[in-house]
Structures are given as C-alpha cells and as structure tokens.
T-cell receptor, first 113, second 115 residues
Framework: GESVGLHLPTLSVQEGDNSIINCAYS??????FIWYKQESGKGPQFIID?????DKRQGQRVTVLLNKTVKHLSLQIAATQPGDSAVYFC????????????FGTGTKLQVIP | DAGVTQSPTHLIKTRGQQVTLRCSPK?????VSWYQQALGQGPQFIFQ???????QRGNFPDRFSGHQFPNYSSELNVNALLLGDSALYLC??????????????FGPGTRLTVL
C-alpha cells in the first residue's frame, strides 16, 4: 500500500520502551483534541481524545496530556509494540455544533524489534 | 456493526474528467465529513454534511461538491479534475449531539489518481 509517512518527522523507539509524540496546536479556541493512528493504506483510526477542561486522560497503554498555556498536546504510548508502528496525527476541533477537524502534520513512529 | 465504508477503493481518471466518490456512515451516525489527504500530509477538511445540507466548508474550490442522502450516506463530486487532485479521499462519520458532536470515525479512503 502507499506510505503516508513520506517527509514526516520520524520517532524511532525500541520495542518495550515508552513513546512520546508531541504536537503543537494553533487555535486557542479549540475545545476538543484527538489523536489518530494511520497505518499505511488505511484511514485514520481514533486512539484517544481529550476536552479542553482536562489536562490528562488515560486509555489502554496510551495517555494524552494537554497544556493549554503553551498550546501543546502529547501522546504517550507505554511498552511500545511493533503493531504501534504508524503515522500519528493530532487533531483539534473548535467549539460549536459542527465539527471541522484540523489535523497536524503527523509523526511517523518506527518500532525497532 | 459495519464501520464507515467507501467506494471505490481506487480510481484512475484523466484531467478534465469528473468523479463521484461514495461513503456510507457508521451505523447510528448522521453526519459525514470529507477530507483530502495528499501523500505525506495530514487530512485536509473539505466539507461536512448534516441533515442533507453542507454545514461547514474548508478551503476548497467550487469544483468540489457533495450531497447527503436521507439514509445519511454521502457523495463527493469533483469536476474538471486537475493533476493536483490526486490524493486519498477520506470520509468520516459522527453523531452530531448537543455537546458539539461526537468523535469522527474514518473510512479506509478512496485513492484517486489523475493522469
């Protein structure tokens, strides 16, 4: 399948280590943030989300941290596995009834066995 | 429970032609959004449909149009194709609630190649 990772920042992590993927967002009015994982040849897959009234949210092996002061978002993946290899996008959505979602540049995660 | 489905999977067209892409939302969802993803980049929002009307639009020319049907499925039409329209076209569905909507779930995309 085609690669979605061309020309993207790449993070290489040893299998079993923790991964941290960072994202800066631009719109201070955004009230909802999402992390998506995209494997080659597939559409983005929802991982975890966080609303602007929170600064941390945990899922299964993943944690999202939100720092509204500096408009920064991070995704932490615990005990990274080969299946975690993919491109990760942060996305933001403004307040209101309709959902225009703006995606960040993306980071390619490579897990070294 | 079927997720978001899109058709066709791949499509090859020539410059100047017109194309129609189709999307069926996840069961229970009423809102469909379309995105264009160029190789190596993040998805770019094209527009969103709810109750059969276009509700929001990104920075795309009028050559890009869409439609939503009473069963919530949707079409994306692109007229007068340009080489730069070659991309992966993604459909995402969600349920528009009072709190500003639910998470968008994406389909596998349609890979459009314009020659």
């Amino acid at each position: 399948g085609e690669s979605v990772g061309l020309h993207l920042p790449t993070l290489s992590v040893q299998e079993g280590d923790n991964s941290i993927i960072n994202c800066a967002y631009s719109n201070s009015a955004s009230d909802y943030f999402i992390w998506y994982k995209q494997e080659s040849g597939k559409g983005p897959q929802f991982i975890i989300d966080i609303r602007s009234n929170m600064d941390k949210r945990q899922g299964q092996r993943v944690t999202v941290l939100l720092n509204k002061t500096v408009k920064h978002l991070s995704l932490q993946i615990a005990a990274t596995q080969p299946g975690d290899s993919a491109v990760y996008f942060c996305a933001e959505r403004g307040s209101g009834g309709y959902q225009k979602v703006t995606f960040g540049t993306g980071t390619k995660l490579q897990v070294i066995p | 429970d079927a997720g978001v489905t899109q058709s066709p999977t791949h499509l090859i067209k020539t410059r100047g032609q017109q194309v129609t892409l189709r999307c069926s939302p996840k069961s229970g969802h009423d809102t469909v959004s379309w995105y264009q993803q160029a190789l190596g980049q993040g998805p770019q929002f094209i527009f969103q449909y709810y109750e059969e009307e276009e509700r929001q639009r990104g920075n795309f020319p009028d050559r890009f149009s869409g439609h939503q049907f009473p069963n919530y499925s949707s079409e994306l039409n692109v007229n007068a194709l340009l080489l730069g329209d070659s991309a992966l076209y993604l459909c995402a569905s969600s349920l528009l609630g009072l709190a500003g909507g639910d998470t968008q779930y994406f389909g596998p995309g349609t890979r459009l190649t314009v020659l």
